[in-house]
């Protein structure tokens, strides 16, 4: 079995990983092998920073994706648990809506933005649609696995001490015994999240994704990686707070 390294330890490799990473990547980009139109180094990036907070860009832009990114997580998040948690405990609805999900599972969000369009307009209610839709199906399939795996003895060890009615099944013993499985899907559903975010800003809502395709029709290849790395940025942060919170509601399992 593998041995859990300390975290100094862990910091240091992680630091090791990354600048070995840019130091290639900027060895390649002045290495002329490649036009720096099209590979921006690593370097440009800074001033590209620099450029777009002075303008006030850069912040605008943040804004507008966290508004999308945080209102579709929200809203798939809870949705995605609960009609999992529907699902996996309730046979009847397991039955009905079966073969519905396996009809609609497949559809990839992006394939949904003419509807998106078409309902919503170009505008952050059609964002937070198209996020809330990717981040629901993760959730669900997570919560439903999640519940289904809850052990069988532990629910019968309640109806034995006078827990078995719905509510107190599912709050004291279901939900609890769910809730390692149901947290992966949640921090699964921040990373799609954010890749949902650029596709949805792409038609031209307002976003990071409206910049960087911006910046493209320009070539300023540059400010587009300023923006992949702020996305980098903010899910990097995204993911860390939700491992503290994890780590905190997972404790009893230590």
């Known amino acids: 079995m593998r041995q859990p390294l300390k975290l100094h330890s862990s910091i240091a490799l992680s630091a090791l990983g990354v600048g070995a990473f840019l130091l290639a990547w900027e060895t390649l980009a002045r290495s002329g092998v490649v036009p720096a139109g099209l590979l921006p180094s690593p370097s440009a990036v800074p001033g590209a920073f620099l450029s777009e907070f002075r303008a006030g860009t850069w912040q605008a ?20 648990i609960t009609f999992g948690t529907a699902a996996a405990t309730w046979g009847i609805w397991d039955a009905f809506q079966a073969w519905v999900v396996r009809m609609l599972r497949p559809i990839p969000s992006i394939a949904w933005i003419p509807f998106a ?8 209610s059609a964002a ?25 003895d532990l629910i019968e060890l309640g109806h034995a001490f006078g827990q078995g009615g719905l509510i107190p099944r599912l709050f004291k013993i279901v939900l609890p015994g769910a809730l390692p499985g149901i947290l992966s899907g949640v921090r699964a559903g921040l990373g799609q999240g954010w890749m949902t975010v650029v596709a949805a800003e792409l ?5 990071l994704g409206a910049r960087m395709s911006d910046a493209s029709g320009l070539l300023a290849t540059h400010i587009v990686v300023l923006y992949m790395v702020t996305i980098a940025a903010l899910y990097g942060v995204c993911d860390f707070l939700f491992m503290q919170v994890q780590q905190r509601v997972l404790a009893w399992q230590k």
């Open 61 to 80: 832009m943040v804004l507008a994706s966290l508004s999308h990114y945080l209102s579709g997580l929200a809203l798939g998040t809870v949705l995605g």
């Open 203 to 207: 038609f031209g809502i307002s976003g």
């Open 117 to 124: 369009i078409i309902w919503f307009g170009v505008s952050k």
């Open 128 to 152: 937070t649609f198209l996020i809330a839709l990717t981040v629901f199906w993760i959730n669900y399939y997570a919560t439903y696995s999640a519940v289904r795996g809850v052990d069988k």
